[in-house]
């Protein structure tokens, strides 16, 4: 199994940005689909994005294509969340999410993952 530690979180003003982190540790880290999630209070949680180690192919939500961008460092494990032109919507819990690694492909579907990290909370003021 892997083991997942978000950081990066915080409170920005709209149209700023963040960037959250997602280290990953374990037996199998260097093939394990890797996915971005968001919940916020009230809601479900929601796919935001997702990577492949190994082949490096993303996948977004619409809420965020053009303004999220999600990329890994296979030397030190971990995956980014780039976070621009924030909004207040984008307030939520950020949590990373790994599959595999039986499986190679993005779900957007939280079953679909098996490991998860304890969160980061993102809060966009207005």
């Known amino acids: 199994q892997v083991q997942l530690v978000e950081s990066g979180g915080g409170l920005v003003q709209a149209g700023g940005s963040l960037r959250l982190s997602c280290a990953a540790s374990g037996r199998t880290v260097s093939s394990v689909v890797v996915g971005w999630f968001r919940q916020a209070p009230g809601k479900e949680r929601e796919f935001v994005t997702g990577?492949?180690?190994?082949?490096?192919?993303?996948y977004y939500a619409d809420s965020v294509k053009g303004r999220f961008t999600i990329s890994r460092d296979n030397a030190k494990n971990t995956v980014y969340l780039q976070m621009n032109s924030l909004k207040p919507e984008d307030t939520a819990v950020y949590y990373c999410a790994a599959r595999g690694p039986a499986f190679s492909t993005v779900v957007p579907r939280a079953v679909a993952y098996d490991s998860w990290g304890q969160g980061t909370q993102v809060t966009v003021s207005s």
């Open positions: 990577i492949t180690w190994n082949r490096d192919s993303t």
